[in-house]
Nanobody, 116 residues
C-alpha cells in the first residue's frame, strides 16, 4: 500500500507562485507514474501535470509554460511549481501515484485559492 500526502497550497494573488510537495511512502516510488490533478467546485477532477518514472512530463494546455512537475526519487517526493497563477487555477489539488499494475493512490488534496 502506498500512502500519498500533499503539502503546500493556500491563498495567493494572481500572478504569484506556489510550490507543492507530495511524499509517497514505500520503496517503489521510483517506479510510480506520478501526477497532479485539480478539482474546482462544480467541475470534474482533471489531471494537470504528470511525470513518468523516467521523468518525462506532460501538461494540459491551460498550465503549459506556467506549471512545472518534477520528482526526487531519493526523497520519494514529487513537486508542482505553479508560476503566474490565475484565478481559474483555484481548486483543490491532488497528488496521485500509479503503479505498473494500474493501482492508483491519491492524497487528500490541498486547497489553492487565487485572488484577482
Amino acid at each position: 500500500q502506498v500512502q500519498v500526502v500533499e503539502s503546500g497550497g493556500g491563498l495567493v494573488q494572481a500572478g504569484g507562485f506556489l510550490r507543492f510537495s507530495c511524499v509517497a511512502s514505500g520503496r517503489t516510488f521510483r517506479n510510480l507514474f506520478m501526477a497532479w490533478a485539480r478539482q474546482a467546485p462544480g467541475t470534474q477532477r482533471e489531471l494537470v501535470a504528470s511525470i513518468t518514472r523516467d521523468a518525462s512530463t506532460h501538461y494540459i494546455e491551460a498550465v503549459k509554460g506556467r506549471f512545472t512537475i518534477s520528482r526526487d526519487n531519493l526523497e520519494n517526493t514529487v513537486y508542482l511549481q505553479m508560476n503566474s497563477v490565475k484565478p481559474e487555477d483555484t481548486a483543490v489539488y491532488y497528488c496521485s501515484g500509479r503503479n505498473w499494475a494500474g493501482d492508483e493512490y491519491w492524497g487528500r488534496g490541498t486547497q489553492v485559492t487565487v485572488s484577482s
